[in-house]
Antibody, heavy 118, light 107 residues
């Protein structure tokens, strides 16, 4: 059974860097896309970016200048880094994974609430 | 980038009703369309991928159809546990955009 756990700082000040990590249990990272998605309070889902098994990344153009997704396949972990955060970056951040042929969102982490406030 | 729209933004239906949600893509995405259900305060859950393939464990009252730019999610025999917001997602190409969501309530 595949499980995904995530962790990272939940309270940031403007201009700081958001760092979150997800760990995958029950399988390797191989063959799957691993994705970061966020949800501002009371709003919809926003796709942030992804990384695949060979380390190729894709990012939301609106965040591309500030975001980095990386992975450590030996630890079965993947990470999100978002620089220069503002209040607009407040929300629940989810990690998710799945095969391209199966919708890419089969497994989800529990979410991390990130608040940006001075 | 491919933009996704959904209609309606919200709906209220009676138990046992048939409910249909429409999702439209700004350009063709073949059948690379997924539907997610998010109950209040919970993590989104994959319902359907490849337009019409039910994820394991999803009740058979959920179905999906469409191709190209227009897709539908249908819930037949609406149940209390179906109260949720439903999101479509393009995964044909990055950025893998989500629709704005449709909130389903019981009348």
């Amino acid at each position: 059974q595949v499980q995904v756990q995530q962790w990272g700082a939940g309270l940031l000040k403007p201009s700081e860097t958001l760092s979150l990590t997800c760990a995958v249990y029950g399988r390797s990272l191989s063959g799957y896309y691993w994705t970061w998605i966020r949800q501002p309070p009371g709003k919809g889902l926003e796709w942030i970016g992804e990384i695949n098994q060979i380390g190729t990344t894709n990012y939301n153009p609106s965040l591309r200048s500030r975001v980095t997704v990386s992975q450590d396949t030996s630890k079965r972990q993947f990470s999100l880094r978002l620089t220069s955060v503002t209040a607009a970056d407040t929300g629940v951040y989810y990690c998710a994974g799945g095969r391209y042929t199966s919708g890419m969102g089969t497994y989800w982490g529990p979410g991390t609430l990130v608040s940006v406030s001075s | 980038d491919i933009q996704m729209t959904q209609s309606p933004s919200s709906l209220s239906a009676s138990l046992g009703d048939r409910v249909t949600i429409t999702c439209r893509a700004s350009q063709g995405i073949a059948n690379y369309l997924a539907w997610y259900q998010q109950k209040p305060g919970k993590v989104p859950n994959l319902l359907i991928y490849a337009t019409s393939t039910l994820q394991s464990g999803v009740p058979g009252r959920f179905s999906g159809s469409g191709s190209g730019t227009t897709f539908t999610l249908t819930i037949t025999n609406l149940q209390p546990e179906d109260v949720a917001t439903y999101f479509c997602q393009n995964y044909y190409t990055a950025p893998r955009t989500f629709g704005p969501g449709t909130k389903v309530e019981i009348k």
